[in-house]
């Protein structure tokens, strides 16, 4: 099943620089050879579900394996069984009613 999460991982108990930890987990998404599209406060994964979640369980061992003591995840799921979507898909699909949206939003 395709699915399109929203990944969040917070490693605790080590400052408040986290992007080494970040990297690290971005590197095992895109090692997983997962489409990945980072943003600020996380990244989005499009693929399989079974590779998704392998990849997600990596990013902890990775995470851990740099001496991170606990970590704190939050996974939002996408799937869909009636069309094959793309983030990139939903993202235009808001997109173009802004396009259609008068200025100021109403």
């Given at each position: ?7 969040c991982?917070v490693?605790i ?26 943003h ?12 998704v ?39 235009a ?7 259609g ?6």
């Amino acid at each position: 099943m395709k699915v399109i999460v929203d990944l969040c991982v917070v490693p605790i108990g080590v400052g408040v620089n986290l992007a080494s930890y970040i990297a690290a987990c971005e590197r095992v998404l895109l090692e997983a050879g997962l489409k990945v599209q980072l943003h600020p406060n996380g990244t989005a994964i499009e693929g399989e579900w079974a590779p998704v979640f392998r990849a997600i369980e990596a990013c902890h061992r990775a995470v851990h394996g740099m001496g991170c003591p606990r970590i704190y995840t939050t996974v939002k799921v996408n799937t869909r069984t009636d069309r094959d979507q793309t983030m990139e898909d939903k993202v235009a699909s808001v997109e173009a009613l802004l396009q259609g949206m008068p200025e100021g939003g109403h």
